[in-house]
């Protein structure tokens, strides 16, 4: 019999650790390149230096370009994921916290979220195509997060029905005060009182 020597993928747990650990560093770049560049927008604007980014993130230009070829598809990454860190707040607050108080803190992390992103808002607002899908994915991470949050204090009685998610939301951005102006805690007073007014007349 003729011996096979066509070439064959290794077997076993060797095999599989390699790529794992590339996507386990590609990864861990990602993060800190995205969590850096939120930190360096919100100081100098989106118009920093790619440098400034890639010093605080600890990795070189040619992994930044690699991963956001374009200053707009960086732009667009922070933006979801600060979305997704704000969103996936709802359910660790709603374990900890009262639904109520869950409510609350998960406002005044919403809150949060508008104050520091406002920075972003002339980009977001430039036409560039690269950003079409973003306020459909705000929508999709938020709405479904602030109505379970919604529910769970109108079911125990601690705030009355008839609220939704979209006023809470327009209510919460109104009542933002931007990033670097808010030394004496006004947004989240008014976030406060915004939730005292939901009490009214609860179950």
């Not at 861990?28 to 390149?33: C, E, F, G, K, V």
């Not at 994915?137 to 009355?160: H, K």
Request: hydrophobic content about 45%; proline content about 6%; some cysteine.
């Amino acid at each position: 019999m003729r011996e096979d020597t066509t070439p064959r993928a290794a077997a076993g747990p060797a095999a599989e650790q390699p790529p794992k650990r590339v996507r386990a560093d590609v990864r861990r770049n990602t993060d800190a390149l995205l969590t850096a560049a939120a930190e360096v927008f919100l100081t100098s604007g989106v118009d920093a230096p790619v440098r400034q980014i890639t010093a605080k993130a600890g990795v070189g230009a040619g992994t930044l370009y690699r991963h956001f070829p374009q200053r707009s598809d960086l732009i667009a990454a922070v933006f979801r994921h600060e979305v997704d860190a704000c969103a996936d707040a709802a359910p660790a607050l709603a374990a900890e916290y009262g639904p109520a108080e869950a409510l609350t803190r998960w406002l005044q992390r919403l809150a949060l979220f508008f104050a520091t992103k406002r920075g972003l808002s002339a980009a977001l607002h430039s036409g560039d195509s690269t950003y079409d899908s973003l306020p459909a994915y705000f929508e999709q991470r938020f709405m479904p997060a602030l109505t379970t949050l919604i529910d769970a204090a109108v079911e125990v009685g601690e705030i009355r029905s008839g609220t939704g998610p979209e006023d809470l939301l327009i209510a919460t951005r109104n009542l933002t005060v931007p990033a670097g102006e808010d030394d004496n805690g006004h947004t989240r007073r008014m976030i406060a009182l915004l939730v005292d007014g939901l009490r009214y007349q609860a179950r």
